[in-house]
């Protein structure tokens, strides 16, 4: 590994809840200024996973690193306050809270003022900025899921957890939601997302893991996933009748008509701040 | 000799009166420990059975509602279908909602009730009761009329736990835990839940009257203060959590136990000077529900826990231990 | 038609608000910590007993200990919370349920030995109403009640709606576990919900003994009504729980009025069975309450 320190590392992590097992020696790195996207089908262990950072699952084995301080089984209030922020789902926002009580309950850890904060996030999430004084619950689908994200990011947090952003939402929200996760990442917060919508997930990934009965079963870059036929073939079928033509790396399929997103934002990043990974799929 | 006479008499007296809170601890079970139905006015349906079974079977009295000298066994059945009927009602409305509710809703029903009893002066004699309800064996000598009224109550203890104990085991009881364990699945499964949970509540409530009918025909007294929430409701309350949700035999167990207790620590509260006595009347409910609390928090499942039935295992577990 | 004011809507709309401050406090309970609390009625009989005691203590009017017998109430309710269902606080709710019931019972039994049961009373003397108009009767008791309880619903709004700590119990009470991944303090806004709780109860039982006197029962008496409003509102929704307490207090007192013929409309001995039967009205047309809270 490079000098440069992974802000999140599972180390070969085994839980489940009461008795039955989820996951299975599970490992992953979420390195400084990452999206790792996580796929898998239903049930594969992706949301126990999230879980498992959170503390809300009982660890059987492995290890859970946090800035390379072990953080295995700690609650989830003491998780928040160490800098890991989680959107859930579902039942994400406080829906008798108005938009601004619920950013306010986003920053219940902080001591400081969070009145900057709170602006810049009317700023990132624009649809809300009218919104402010309206019960969280009366929001659009998509929207909510906004007040979700920014209440999450409200401390500042060093890692974003995303369970599923765009569950439920239309494909314009989907376009929606991905544009802002993308743009929070390239303000510097590293994000591992959970998503069921693999192509577009993959698309604006660093990195992704590929998650079958609560194992690894395939990671890579989010290009190198897309080019791989066997998961092109497991996960990305979605729209098209076929797998996917092999797309060149760096140009992922499934991202906005021609925008080469990955690219894009390779170039604006510092490449130090990404953790070395073999270009393509890496196969287990 | 007359000593040991008369504490054979109170000891026959006391067995008779906590085998019959054990009918009433067996009634609760089946809501609460079978089917998970808080019911908070156990007094409710142990009043309308023991007034029942008083109107019909007693001689005719200008004070109160009947005198219909009917026999004592067509009082009981005639109190069980009268606290069922009332709890069908209670059922229809309240059974769909959430645990909370169903307590409240039968805290207030059981305090209607004694609204009822202590205002319809007409029909109850009020706050005055109705004495003079016949005991069966009366005609028998002393002491052996009290030593077959305590056989007759065992008796019905013993025909109703045989019974729980084939229904808990029967099908009927084995959807019943499995609502208990998982209702979601229980209602995938195509089970009509609210269907099993009435007929539950009712069964318990017939059961409650039952005991209410016994009661009445055991102190040949009753009055509205007996159907009060400390009396009735909380001491069966604390029988059934301490005996073990779900166990029959913990709950009958449960019941004399704390009966015991209770009557024991009576003898000694009225012994003392009478402003004393009252307040260690009090007390003793303080203390009584001090250990409930310590049964909540240290032994959840009650001293005698619940044996699970699984599906499966049904057949080798016919009449086996206790689970660890 | 005076009568019907000075007789049934005044003391209606006193009652109401007596039972808003307890109703309160039951929908907070049930909003943040889960479960229906049946020892809250005992709650108000502490806050009643220890005002008595304050007063015969020092002779002073009843109502400069509110502050005083508020705070000694809530603290003795912290104390029970700690030892009774803190260390139930993951058990199903229906186990907390149980446990309030044998508190509701423990403190009944407990205020019985230290206080004994007979009727007591704030102040012996009896005072005479107000006349305006020549026939509007008004008790300055009243009036100090219902002034006392709005200001304290009023406090209630500006907690829940303007400080950290009452958003915070709205957000636990719209889903404990979001508070919980949002690194709410849970305990901390139990405690608050405790406090705010235990002090309304206390407020309400001792503007009831202001307004006749203090008994062992007083709080068991108020429990069937405060849940009744609590239900009415919709559990869960303090503003809920004011508007129903107010409703269930007029109407409790409406019903012993001779609206046809010369008689009550209902005989005085049931008017404690009229909450009874809006609840369940309630219970079989809208679980969910007039506004909308949760059922389950």
Partial sequence: MAAERPVLVLDRVTGGYGGAEIIHEISIILGRGEIVTLIGPNGAGKSSVMNAVLGTLVIGGGRILLHGEDITGTPPERVVRRGVSYVPQTANVFPNLTVNENLEMGAYVRTDDFRPRMDEMYELFAPLAGRRRSPAGTLSGGQRQMVAIAKALMVEPDILLLDEPTAGLSPRFREEIFAVVEDVNARGTPILMVEQNARQALGIADRGYVLVDGRNRTDGTGAGLLADPEVGAMFLGGGTAEPAPAPSPGAPIGTPAGTARGEARAGRRDPDARPPSAPGARRR | MEQLYGIFVYAVFLLTMGGIYAVLTLGLNIQWGFTGLFNAGVAGFFAIGAYTTAFLTTAPSARHFGGFELPAGAGMVAAMVASALIAWGVARICIRLRSDYLAIATLGIAEIFRLVLKNETWATNGARGVSLIPKPFEHLPEPWNQVAMLLLVFAIVLVLYGLLERARRAPWGRVMSAIRENEAAARAAGKNVDKLRIEAFILGAAIMGLGGALMAHHIKFIDPNMAEPVSATFLVWVMLVIGGSANNRGAILGALLVWTIWSTTEIITTRLPTEWALKAAYLRIFLVGLALQLILQRYPGGIFRERRLRTSTTASNRGGGSHP | ?296
Wanted: positive net charge; without cysteine; aromatic residues 10%.
């Fill in chain 3, 1 to 296: 038609m005076m009568d019907f004011v000075n007789f049934h809507l005044i003391p209606g709309v006193v009652l109401g608000s007596i039972y808003a401050l307890g109703a309160i406090g039951v929908t907070l309970t049930f909003g943040i910590l889960r479960f229906a609390n049946f020892a809250h009625g005992e709650t108000m009989t502490l806050g009643a007993y220890l005002t008595l005691t304050l007063v015969l203590l020092t002779g002073w009017h009843a109502l400069l200990f509110l502050p005083v017998a508020l705070a000694l109430t809530a603290l003795l309710v912290l104390a029970m919370d700690r030892m009774f269902f803190r260390p139930l606080r993951h058990a199903p709710s229906i186990i907390l349920v149980i446990a309030s019931f044998g508190l509701m019972l423990m403190v009944r039994s407990l205020v019985q030995v230290i206080w004994g049961t007979e009727l007591q009373g704030f102040s012996k003397g009896i005072t005479l109403p107000w006349v305006l108009f020549d026939s509007l009767r008004v008790f300055p008791k009243h009036v100090v009640i219902l002034t006392a309880a709005i200001a304290l619903m009023v406090a209630v709004h500006v907690l829940l709606r303007h400080t950290r700590t009452g958003k915070a119990m709205r957000a636990m009470s719209d889903s404990p576990e979001l508070a919980r991944l949002t690194g709410i303090d849970t305990e901390r806004v139990v405690r608050a919900t405790w406090i705010v709780g235990a002090g309304l109860a206390a407020a309400a039982g001792i503007f009831l003994a202001y307004d006749s006197h203090v008994e062992t029962l007083m709080g068991f008496k108020m429990l069937l009504p405060v849940f009744a409003s609590a239900l009415l509102g919709g559990l869960g929704r303090p503003y809920g729980a004011m508007a129903g307490g107010l409703v269930i207090g007029v109407v409790e007192e409406l019903s012993t009025y001779a609206w046809i013929g010369s008689e009550p409309l209902l005989p005085p001995g049931y008017k404690a069975g009229v909450a009874f039967a809006i609840m369940v009205a309630i219970l079989i047309w809208r679980p969910s309450g007039l506004f909308r809270g949760r059922v389950f």
